[in-house]
C-alpha cells in the first residue's frame, strides 16, 4: 500500500469509531464508558459523575459566553480572562483601565459591577423530553415542523420558569433525536474581583494566539451576589454573596507528563457528524468568507482607534473577538486539509451507508424501531436539498448577519422595533429571544450599549458591510435593503450621516424609555434609526420564515442519518456522543505533548523562563515589572514544581475542546482544580469539525501560575485563604 494511502488508512481507523481520548461525553454517559476512565487514570467513582447536582460537576457553570467554576463556598468563581474581558471593559476608561492596569478588589465592599447582561447559569436538573416534543411534530414538516417543536419547547420552558430565578431551555441532542430540559439558576449581579493586567492575562496576545509555547495568565475572578433572600437578583449594594452547591478544591501540586486530566465545561457547537458535503462547503468555502470579513472589520475598529483613544476602549472587547474568530477560522481550515479531514469524511460516510446496505444492519436491535437503508438514504437526499438551497444565499446571509451582529445602535433599534412586533402576541406565541422572560436580558444589553458603542466606527464598520452588500450578485438582493441604503456609497454614507446624526439612541435613557414605551408608540417613533429598522424588518422577518422552513426540515429529517450513524458504533461496541450544543459535557485524556511536524516535539508545560525570553517590552510582550522583579527573585514558594525547579505557566492535555469550553476546569485523578482550559494549539483548531489525534491539544493556566501571580506579584492573600490555598 502506497505511503499516503497507508497514513489515510490509519487516520480513518483512529477517527472512526472515535480515537481513544476523542469525546465531548453528557454527563448520563460516564458510567457507560466507566472502564475506559477507569484505564485512563480515573480515582472516583464514574456513576457519580452522571449526577450534575453532586460535586464535582456542582461547581461548573455557564459564564457569560464560556464556562466558570465555583472556588469558594462564598460565589466566588474563576474563568479566563477572555471570558470576562467584557466585565473588565465595562469598567475601564481611559483615565482608568483597568484592561492595562489589572485589579484587585480590597474587599467584597470593593469589587466593581459587572456589565449588566453578563450571566452565571448554575444547572439544577437536566431532564429528557423527547416524546412530548416531538408528539406535538408527528406529521408536520418544514415550516410546521419547526413550529410545533418551537411552541412545545416553549411551554416546558415556561412550565420550568414559574420558581422565580430559573432560567430554562430546551436542548436538542443529535440533531433533533432528543430533547432534553435544562433547569439553571440565573445570577445576574456578578462582579469583578481580580483581574490580572491584560500584559499577563493576554501575554502574547494575537501572536501567541492558539501557539504553543503559551505563557499566558488567563484568568479572572468573579463573585455572583443574590438578594436578601437568597434568590437571583439584579445589582443592589444590599446584595450578598451567593452560596453555591458545590466548589472545587485547588490542587497544591500540578500536572506531570503523562497524568490523567478530565475537563468539564460548556462546549458551544461542534460539527462531527455533519454530512460530507457539509465538509466540502465548509473547507471550500465558509473558512475563507468568514476570515476575509472578519478581518475587514478588525482593520477599520484599528483605524478608527488609532485616533480616538474613547473608542479603542469602547470597541476593545469587540476587536478581541474579531481577532480570535479571524485566527481560528484561518487555522480550522488549515487543519481540515492537514488532516485531509473531507476525503476521511466522505470515506467514512461512505462506509456507514454500506454497512447500513448490509444484513447486518438490517437486523435491528431487540425491541427497536428501525428505518430502512431506503427509507434512510431517501431522507439523506432530501437534507442534501435543503443544504442546496441554503448555499444560494450564503454570502448573503454571511453580509447580512454582520449587519445585524457587528453593530451597536443599530442591533439595539432593530431589537426595539421587533419587540414592540411581538409585544402584540400572546407571551407563548412571541419569538424565542422576545418573550418576557427575555426583556430583563434585553434591557442588560441596552444599558451597555453605551460603553461599546462610538458613532464614527460603527458607521465606518456599515459603510464596510454594505459595500459588500452592493457586490452580491442581483439574485442574493434584499428589496427593503437597498431601498434603505441606496446603490453607491455616496448614497449610503449620506444615510448613515442622517440616520446616526439625528437619532436618539446614543443616550441611554431614551433606549430604556423605548423599552418601556408602549408597542405602538415605538412603531409609530419618528426617531431616524428606529425608522430604518422598521424599514427593514419585513425583510428581516421573510428571511426568517425561510430559515425556519429549512431548519424545520432538516430536524425532521437528520435524526434518520443520527441513528444509523448510532448503530453503526454500536455494532463495533463503541458509543457515539452528540455533537456539543452548549450543554454540559466533560471529556477526560492525559497530559501530553506532542509533534507538530518531523523533527519539533513539543514539551507538556511551560515556565516563567518563557516570559523572560519572549519579553521585548513593547505590545504583546511588555509583561510587567512586577512580574518580571519575581521571576528575578526566584522566590517561587510551594507553587515552583519540584521536578523543573521553578515556576510553571501553561500546560497541554489531549482534552477534546472547543469554542465554549474557554474558562472550563481542569480536574486531576482526585477531581482537584489543576488548570482553567483558554485555547487550542493552531494545529487543532479544526477539531469542532474534526478530531485529529497526533494534534489536537488543548491549552490550560496551570493553577500554580494563578496562585504564584496572587501570592508574590500582585498579592490578594485574602482571596486565596478564601480558596483554601493561602501561602503555608
Not at 260 to 287: C, D, K, N, Q, V
Not at 363 to 382: F, N, P, Q, V, Y
Request: glycine share 8%.
Amino acid at each position: 500500500m502506497p505511503l499516503r494511502r497507508l497514513v489515510l488508512a490509519l487516520c480513518l481507523s483512529l477517527a472512526l469509531p472515535a480515537a481513544a481520548d476523542e469525546g465531548m461525553w453528557m454527563a448520563s454517559q460516564l458510567p457507560e464508558i466507566a472502564p475506559q476512565l477507569r484505564a485512563a487514570g480515573f480515582s472516583g467513582d464514574p456513576a457519580a459523575l452522571a449526577d450534575l447536582t453532586a460535586a464535582p460537576l456542582n461547581a461548573v457553570v455557564k459564564s457569560g459566553g464560556g464556562t466558570g467554576a465555583f472556588v469558594s463556598g462564598q460565589g466566588l468563581l474563576v474563568t479566563n480572562h477572555h471570558v470576562a474581558y467584557g466585565v473588565i471593559q465595562y469598567n475601564s476608561k481611559p483615565e482608568r483601565n483597568l484592561l492595562e492596569l489589572g485589579f484587585a478588589a480590597p474587599d467584597q465592599a470593593g469589587e466593581l459591577r459587572g456589565s449588566p447582561d453578563f450571566r452565571v447559569l448554575v444547572t439544577e436538573r437536566f431532564e429528557r423530553v423527547t416524546e412530548r416534543v416531538l408528539k406535538a411534530a408527528a406529521g408536520k414538516k418544514g415550516l410546521d415542523y419547526f413550529d410545533a417543536v418551537d411552541s412545545a419547547s416553549k411551554a416546558l420552558v415556561a412550565e420550568c420558569e414559574t420558581q422565580r430565578g430559573r432560567r430554562c431551555s430546551v436542548a436538542s441532542m443529535d440533531y433533533g433525536a432528543e430533547f432534553y430540559r435544562i433547569q439553571q439558576l440565573e445570577l445576574r449581579d456578578v462582579r469583578l474581583v481580580y483581574a490580572p493586567p491584560s500584559a499577563i492575562g493576554k501575554y502574547g496576545d494575537e501572536i501567541d494566539n492558539f501557539m504553543w509555547p503559551r505563557h499566558s495568565g488567563d484568568f479572572t475572578l468573579l463573585r455572583a451576589y443574590v438578594g436578601a433572600d437568597g434568590q437571583p437578583a439584579d445589582y443592589s449594594p444590599d446584595n450578598k454573596p451567593y452560596t453555591p452547591p458545590g466548589h472545587l478544591q485547588i490542587a497544591r501540586d500540578g500536572p506531570r507528563d503523562g497524568d490523567f486530566a478530565m475537563l468539564a465545561g460548556y462546549p458551544g457547537i461542534t460539527y462531527r457528524h455533519r454530512l460530507a458535503s457539509e465538509f466540502a462547503e465548509r473547507i471550500g468555502w465558509g473558512l475563507a468568507a468568514n476570515v476575509d470579513l472578519l478581518d475587514a472589520l478588525i482593520a477599520i475598529i484599528e483605524r478608527e482607534g488609532a485616533t480616538d483613544k474613547d473608542a479603542a476602549v469602547k470597541y476593545a472587547s469587540q476587536l478581541a473577538s474579531l481577532k480570535n474568530n479571524s485566527k481560528r477560522f484561518s487555522g480550522e481550515r488549515t487543519g481540515l486539509l492537514r488532516s485531509d479531514a473531507q476525503r476521511l469524511r466522505t470515506d467514512a460516510e461512505k462506509a456507514m451507508l454500506d454497512w447500513l446496505r448490509s444484513d447486518a444492519a438490517a437486523r435491528c436491535d431487540s425491541g427497536a424501531k428501525c428505518l430502512s437503508a431506503a427509507e434512510t438514504l431517501r431522507r439523506i437526499g432530501l437534507v442534501q436539498a435543503q443544504l442546496d438551497a441554503a448555499s444560494a444565499t450564503r454570502e448573503r446571509d454571511l453580509v447580512l448577519g454582520a449587519i445585524l451582529n457587528q453593530t451597536q445602535l443599530l442591533r439595539a433599534a432593530n431589537t426595539l422595533q421587533r419587540l414592540a412586533l411581538e409585544r402584540g402576541k400572546p407571551d407563548a406565541k412571541r419569538e424565542t429571544g422576545y418573550q418576557r422572560r427575555d426583556e430583563n436580558l434585553i434591557e442588560a444589553q441596552l444599558k451597555q450599549v453605551q460603553r461599546r458603542y462610538a458613532a464614527g466606527t460603527e458607521q465606518a464598520l456599515l459603510l464596510e458591510l454594505l459595500r459588500r452588500y452592493r457586490a452580491l450578485p442581483a439574485a442574493q438582493h434584499v428589496a427593503e435593503f437597498d431601498a434603505a441604503f441606496g446603490s453607491d456609497e455616496a448614497g449610503a454614507r449620506a444615510v448613515l450621516a442622517r440616520v446616526y446624526g439625528a437619532t436618539r439612541l446614543g443616550d441611554e435613557a431614551a433606549r430604556l424609555e423605548l423599552l418601556k414605551a408602549e408597542p405602538a408608540s415605538v412603531r409609530a417613533d419618528d426617531d431616524a434609526l428606529l425608522v430604518l429598522a422598521r424599514q427593514l424588518q419585513p425583510a428581516l422577518l421573510r428571511l426568517e420564515q425561510e430559515r425556519k422552513q429549512r431548519e424545520g426540515e432538516l430536524q425532521r429529517l437528520r435524526p434518520a442519518y443520527m441513528a444509523a450513524l448510532k448503530r453503526w458504533y454500536r455494532s463495533q461496541q463503541r458509543p457515539l456522543f452528540p455533537d456539543a450544543n452548549a450543554t454540559l459535557r466533560v471529556s477526560y485524556g492525559r497530559v501530553s505533548g506532542f509533534s507538530p511536524r518531523d523533527g519539533v516535539q513539543y514539551q507538556p508545560v511551560t515556565t516563567v523562563a518563557g516570559i523572560v525570553e519572549k519579553h521585548t517590552g513593547k505590545e504583546p510582550f511588555n509583561a510587567p515589572e512586577p512580574l518580571l522583579a519575581a521571576i528575578a527573585r526566584g522566590d517561587f514558594g510551594d507553587t515552583k514544581d519540584p521536578a523543573l525547579n521553578t515556576q510553571t505557566v501553561n500546560f497541554l492535555t489531549n482534552l477534546d475542546t472547543t469554542g465554549g469550553n474557554s474558562g472550563s476546569p481542569v480536574l486531576n485523578a482526585r477531581g482537584e482544580l489543576i488548570g482553567l482550559n483558554f485555547d487550542s494549539n493552531w494545529e487543532s483548531v479544526s477539531a469542532s469539525w474534526w478530531f485529529d489525534p497526533r494534534y489536537k491539544r488543548a491549552v490550560h493556566v496551570d493553577m500554580r501560575y494563578l496562585r504564584f501571580l496572587m501570592e508574590k506579584v500582585y498579592p490578594a492573600p485574602a482571596l486565596l485563604a478564601e480558596m483554601g490555598v493561602a501561602a503555608p
